[in-house]
């Protein structure tokens, strides 16, 4: 490729973007941002191209994705593959041969329908397969205990060094520079936040360092002075010799099988199949750092260790069992605690992104290069990337979680992963001085940005682990646990319940211009008098919603703002973009605070007897105002307002407190009917009141005029990205947020995710949450439908389960829609 390629050789002192990493995913980031207008851009490779986890793939490539967002840039991906083709005239190698995907249980029957609803809103094929049509298309398959099939004719399989030359030589067209055998030493930060990057042959000063270095993502990232959540593992395929009954096929070549209810993987290799296996008995490679010398090796075999797997797709083609292996490949592959990718700018850290930890690195390398391109690039991605943000994750992700995780992952490649499942491994991670006596009250835990919280609150008849955890099940319908959560908002509703909102991010503002310098972040106005607090929405890059904050006045230049706790990292982005004078101190409380909302019709009366010194009168202590006070001899700061959509308090302590805070407002309020709640129930009863969440109906996808959250935005003042506001504001809304009744014909609630159609049948939004309202009685979903749909009493359909539920747009919240009991 480029035959200048030596040592003695040196490279071009600068360049917009070094790319450190010539692998699959490298290439492809170097080819979209040549594409997107960069072009003076250079990639490094230490060694030939796809040295890393690329030279060895089974390379297979399938659209369908449990996430919509990455379901897109799959099937963009596939699409890309073949106008790269022509484009670069390499041959990518793309055998379209299609995907069959089948069903042993009734579960995956339902997730393969999910797949099919989301396929048919996203336009592509994805068709239900009777058996004999299946039989037909691959003639192999034993069709014995299969509920169903469909099958997804777009996708297949490619040559993985094609691809990756074809990306490098695309990119090279477009004038960037592909630099081979030039292994990066060290990254190098000037005062200008540019980057000096250093390799054997000369330094190059780049405005954008992004590590793709796979395998090596952890040393790379070493270099840079981060740390990121990786660990290695050893994969596994097998190829077999020639098969009789393919070669009887002649030209004819068979789909791929995905029979994930088996834990393997299939598809033809010459006239023969190529069977990868996900084993129970996973392997860690090289746990402590990949070696530096490691280049196209392969690690030693073990067929007995993916027996279990294979003996699976035995039993789903049976000619298998009489046909020799002709090679065994055991690679590494380089996983992170989820199987998602470490993507994006480190917030820590100004000119610098990462892509590592990718699995399906051949279905996702095009949707990888576009994102990244367009964030270097555009400020931002145009989809909301958050399940692959390197900032979902912070130092709690340690080494020992990541370990734990990934093992987890590995051995549950191909699992069904049910809505609101959570996985033991690696946990706790985090936990507060209240988790011992919340696990004794008959909490079931759940993660959030790594602290363990209470989700709902057993029994002790209900089943537990030996550790005395509260034993969950999942499923994609209403589980014995609905009910608890039932109990929970009910309680709640009618007296009062106290949640443990911890998890919150927490943060204080003070000292001179702190007023104007959080004035100048969010698109609200902060508070000016003492006490009263504001919601306030952060807009992105393009004028979405970034994030939503309460903020309050403590005091003179002081103030608290609570958010997302998810998204405490991925927030620090935006904290940093507007410069932050030195008499501003800027600090996260998120660990050293804890926090509870007390909800409820008694809440106020309790409230009262916590802290008699205090008036908690209407008239004296208001909705949205907030008031440092003293309850049992503990500084505590309180704010009207709760997330349940009840007359509610936050009560936010010091850690220490904590426990001694917990008993008290159970003890003090028990005859008024006070009880623990968890988050399920909160997720319900917000969903009662109609009430968006980060993540979910605020996200960077979405206008603040389609969220509603336009009149929170003031727009004679400056804040971060007014400008891209403004912008949008002069156009029409594309969607409007609503909230709809589902009908529950199969005692199943809407999770989010599920596509939207009209009374005809064409795809029409996109349901962001959904849950069951157990005061108001009513299944509930809150989502994004085009502006024609969206008048109250419009009959939609909400794939729940990937069946037609009939859905209606609701004119009010089902719950105090007068907002009467939150300001009462
Ligand atoms: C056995 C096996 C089967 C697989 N099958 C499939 C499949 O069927 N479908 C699928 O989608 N995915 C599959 N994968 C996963 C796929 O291979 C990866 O997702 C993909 O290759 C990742 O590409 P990458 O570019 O991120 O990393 P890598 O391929 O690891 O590339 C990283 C590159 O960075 C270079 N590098 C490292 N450090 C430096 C440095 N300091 N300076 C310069 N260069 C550096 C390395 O030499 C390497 O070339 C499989 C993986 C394995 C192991």
Request: proline content about 5%; overall charge negative; hydrophobic content about 35%.
């Given at each position: 490729m480029?035959?200048?390629?030596?040592a003695?050789?040196?490279?071009?002192p600068?360049?917009?973007?070094?790319?450190i990493?010539?692998?699959?995913?490298?290439?492809?980031?170097l080819?979209?941002?040549?594409?997107?207008?960069?072009t003076d851009?250079?990639?490094?490779?230490r060694?030939?191209?796809?040295?890393?986890?690329?030279?060895?793939?089974?390379?297979?490539v399938?659209?369908?994705?449990?996430?919509?967002?990455i379901?897109?840039?799959?099937?963009?991906?596939?699409?890309?593959y073949?106008?790269?083709?022509?484009?670069?005239?390499?041959?990518v190698g793309f055998q379209?041969?299609?995907?069959?995907?089948?069903?042993q249980?009734e579960?995956?029957?339902?997730?393969?329908?999910?797949?099919?609803?989301k396929?048919?809103?996203f336009?592509?094929?994805?068709?239900?397969?009777?058996m004999?049509?299946?039989?037909e298309?691959?003639?192999l398959i034993?069709?014995?205990?299969?509920?169903?099939?469909?099958?997804?004719?777009?996708?297949?399989?490619?040559?993985p060094?094609g691809v990756?030359?074809?990306?490098?030589?695309?990119?090279?067209?477009r004038?960037?520079?592909?630099?081979?055998?030039?292994?990066?030493?060290?990254?190098?930060?000037?005062e200008?936040?540019?980057?000096?990057?250093?390799?054997?042959?000369?330094?190059?000063?780049?405005?954008v360092?992004?590590?793709?270095?796979?395998?090596?993502?952890?040393e790379?990232?070493?270099l840079?002075?981060y740390?990121?959540?990786?660990?290695?593992?050893?994969?596994?395929?097998?190829?077999?010799?020639?098969?009789?009954e393919?070669?009887a096929?002649?030209?004819k070549?068979?789909?791929?099988?995905s029979d994930?209810?088996?834990?393997?993987?299939?598809?033809?290799?010459?006239?023969?199949l190529?069977?990868?296996?996900?084993?129970?008995?996973?392997?860690?490679?090289?746990?402590k750092?990949?070696?530096?010398?490691f280049?196209h090796?392969?690690l030693?075999?073990?067929?007995?260790r993916?027996?279990?797997?294979?003996?699976?797709?035995?039993?789903?083609?049976?000619?298998?069992?009489?046909?020799?292996?002709?090679?065994m490949?055991?690679?590494?592959?380089?996983?992170?605690?989820?199987?998602?990718?470490?993507?994006?700018p480190?917030?820590?850290?100004?000119?610098?992104?990462?892509?590592?930890g990718?699995?399906?690195g051949?279905?996702?390398?095009?949707?990888?290069?576009?994102?990244?391109?367009?964030w270097?690039?555009?400020?931002?991605?145009?989809?909301?990337?958050?399940v692959?943000?390197v900032a979902r994750?912070g130092?709690?992700?340690?080494?020992?979680?990541?370990?734990a995780?990934t093992?987890?992952?590995?051995?549950?490649?191909?699992?069904?992963?049910?809505?609101?499942e959570?996985?033991?491994?690696?946990?706790?991670?985090?936990?507060?001085?209240?988790?011992?006596?919340q696990k004794?009250?008959?909490a079931?835990?759940?993660?959030?940005?790594?602290?363990?919280?209470p989700?709902?609150f057993?029994d002790?008849?209900?089943?537990?682990?030996?550790?005395g955890?509260v034993?969950?099940?999942?499923?994609?319908?209403r589980?014995?646990?609905?009910?608890?959560?039932?109990?929970e908002?009910?309680?709640l509703?009618?007296?009062?319940?106290?949640?443990d909102?911890?998890?919150f991010?927490?943060?204080?503002?003070?000292?001179?211009?702190?007023?104007?310098?959080?004035?100048?972040?969010m698109?609200?106005?902060?508070?000016?008098?003492?006490?009263?607090?504001?919601?306030?929405?952060?807009?992105?890059?393009?004028?979405?919603?970034a994030?939503?904050?309460?903020?309050?006045?403590?005091?003179d230049?002081?103030?608290m703002?609570?958010?997302?706790?998810m998204?405490?990292r991925?927030?620090?982005?935006?904290?940093k973009?507007?410069?932050?004078?030195?008499?501003?101190s800027f600090?996260?409380r998120?660990?050293?605070?804890?926090?509870f909302?007390?909800?409820?019709?008694?809440?106020?009366?309790?409230?009262?007897r916590?802290?008699?010194?205090?008036?908690?009168s209407?008239?004296?202590?208001r909705?949205?105002?907030?008031?440092?006070?003293?309850?049992?001899?503990?500084?505590?700061?309180?704010?009207?307002?709760?997330?349940?959509?009840d007359?509610?308090?936050?009560?936010?302590?010091?850690?220490?407190?904590?426990?001694?805070?917990?008993?008290l407002?159970?003890?003090?309020g028990?005859?008024?009917?006070?009880?623990?709640?968890?988050?399920r129930?909160?997720l319900?009863?917000?969903m009662?009141?109609?009430?968006g969440?980060?993540g979910?109906?605020?996200?960077?996808?979405?206008?603040?005029?389609?969220?509603g959250?336009?009149?929170l935005?003031?727009?004679?003042?400056?804040?971060?990205?007014r400008?891209?506001?403004?912008?949008?504001?002069?156009r029409?809304?594309?969607?409007r947020l609503?909230?709809m009744?589902?009908?529950?014909?199969?005692?199943?609630?809407a999770v989010?995710?599920?596509?939207?159609?009209?009374?005809?049948?064409?795809?029409?939004g996109?349901?962001?949450?959904?849950?069951?309202?157990?005061s108001?009685?009513?299944s509930l979903?809150?989502?994004y439908?085009?502006?024609?749909?969206?008048?109250?009493?419009?009959?939609l359909?909400?794939?729940?389960?990937?069946?037609?539920?009939?859905?209606?747009?609701?004119?009010?919240?089902?719950?105090?829609?007068?907002g009467k009991?939150?300001?009462?």
């Amino acid at each position: 490729m480029d035959e200048k390629n030596n040592a003695a050789t040196p490279l071009k002192p600068t360049a917009q973007a070094v790319v450190i990493g010539g692998g699959l995913v490298g290439c492809s980031i170097l080819y979209h941002l040549a594409k997107l207008g960069w072009t003076d851009v250079m990639l490094l490779e230490r060694s030939e191209l796809t040295s890393g986890s690329t030279w060895h793939a089974a390379a297979s490539v399938h659209g369908l994705h449990d996430n919509s967002n990455i379901s897109k840039l799959q099937y963009y991906t596939m699409k890309l593959y073949e106008e790269l083709e022509e484009e670069t005239g390499q041959s990518v190698g793309f055998q379209k041969n299609g995907y069959i995907y089948v069903a042993q249980t009734e579960d995956r029957e339902h997730q393969l329908r999910i797949q099919a609803a989301k396929a048919k809103a996203f336009g592509v094929v994805f068709n239900e397969l009777s058996m004999e049509e299946l039989k037909e298309m691959n003639p192999l398959i034993n069709t014995e205990g299969l509920r169903c099939a469909f099958f997804e004719p777009d996708s297949g399989y490619v040559d993985p060094s094609g691809v990756t030359y074809a990306y490098a030589l695309g990119a090279r067209k477009r004038g960037a520079q592909v630099h081979r055998f030039t292994p990066v030493t060290e990254t190098v930060q000037r005062e200008d936040g540019s980057w000096d990057v250093v390799t054997p042959r000369g330094t190059v000063h780049a405005q954008v360092v992004i590590n793709v270095a796979g395998l090596w993502g952890r040393e790379v990232a070493g270099l840079g002075g981060y740390e990121l959540p990786l660990m290695t593992m050893e994969h596994q395929y097998m190829v077999t010799e020639t098969m009789p009954e393919i070669e009887a096929l002649g030209d004819k070549r068979i789909p791929a099988v995905s029979d994930w209810d088996g834990e393997y993987y299939m598809r033809q290799e010459g006239k023969g199949l190529l069977v990868g296996a996900y084993e129970k008995d996973g392997r860690y490679w090289a746990e402590k750092g990949t070696p530096l010398d490691f280049g196209h090796e392969l690690l030693p075999d073990d067929l007995d260790r993916i027996m279990p797997n294979i003996m699976n797709a035995m039993t789903r083609i049976p000619d298998l069992e009489h046909t020799g292996i002709k090679k065994m490949i055991n690679g590494p592959m380089i996983w992170t605690p989820d199987a998602a990718a470490l993507y994006g700018p480190v917030p820590e850290l100004e000119n610098y992104y990462c892509c590592n930890g990718i699995i399906p690195g051949f279905s996702q390398s095009g949707g990888l290069g576009l994102m990244l391109a367009q964030w270097v690039i555009h400020g931002e991605p145009e989809l909301d990337m958050f399940v692959w943000d390197v900032a979902r994750f912070g130092s709690w992700a340690d080494r020992e979680f990541t370990k734990a995780r990934t093992l987890d992952r590995y051995a549950h490649r191909f699992k069904i992963h049910y809505p609101y499942e959570e996985r033991a491994a690696g946990r706790p991670a985090r936990v507060r001085p209240l988790y011992e006596r919340q696990k004794a009250l008959g909490a079931a835990f759940g993660l959030n940005y790594g602290w363990e919280h209470p989700l709902w609150f057993a029994d002790e008849s209900w089943p537990r682990d030996e550790q005395g955890n509260v034993v969950e099940t999942y499923g994609f319908r209403r589980q014995p646990w609905h009910e608890k959560v039932g109990e929970e908002c009910k309680a709640l509703r009618a007296s009062a319940g106290l949640i443990d909102i911890s998890n919150f991010a927490k943060y204080e503002i003070k000292g001179a211009g702190a007023a104007d310098w959080l004035n100048a972040m969010m698109a609200n106005r902060v508070p000016t008098v003492d006490g009263r607090s504001c919601l306030t929405p952060l807009l992105s890059k393009r004028g979405g919603v970034a994030g939503d904050f309460t903020i309050t006045k403590l005091g003179d230049d002081h103030f608290m703002m609570f958010g997302s706790g998810m998204a405490e990292r991925y927030h620090q982005r935006y904290f940093k973009a507007v410069p932050r004078p030195d008499t501003v101190s800027f600090e996260s409380r998120t660990d050293a605070l804890c926090g509870f909302n007390l909800a409820g019709p008694n809440a106020r009366e309790i409230m009262s007897r916590l802290a008699p010194q205090e008036d908690f009168s209407n008239e004296a202590f208001r909705f949205m105002r907030s008031r440092r006070m003293t309850i049992a001899g503990c500084d505590v700061l309180v704010l009207r307002v709760s997330f349940t959509g009840d007359l509610g308090y936050e009560i936010y302590m010091k850690e220490e407190d904590q426990v001694k805070l917990y008993d008290l407002i159970l003890e003090s309020g028990g005859d008024l009917g006070v009880r623990p709640v968890g988050s399920r129930a909160l997720l319900s009863l917000r969903m009662e009141k109609g009430y968006g969440s980060w993540g979910r109906e605020y996200s960077t996808e979405y206008w603040p005029h389609e969220s509603g959250l336009d009149g929170l935005i003031k727009m004679d003042k400056e804040f971060l990205n007014r400008d891209s506001f403004a912008e949008l504001q002069g156009r029409e809304a594309r969607y409007r947020l609503v909230l709809m009744s589902v009908e529950t014909p199969h005692d199943a609630d809407a999770v989010g995710g599920e596509p939207i159609f009209d009374s005809k049948g064409n795809h029409v939004g996109r349901v962001t949450s959904g849950g069951y309202g157990h005061s108001v009685g009513m299944s509930l979903a809150l989502g994004y439908v085009n502006l024609d749909q969206s008048k109250p009493g419009t009959e939609l359909d909400v794939a729940v389960l990937g069946l037609p539920h009939k859905a209606t747009v609701l004119e009010k919240p089902p719950f105090d829609a007068e907002g009467k009991r939150l300001r009462s």
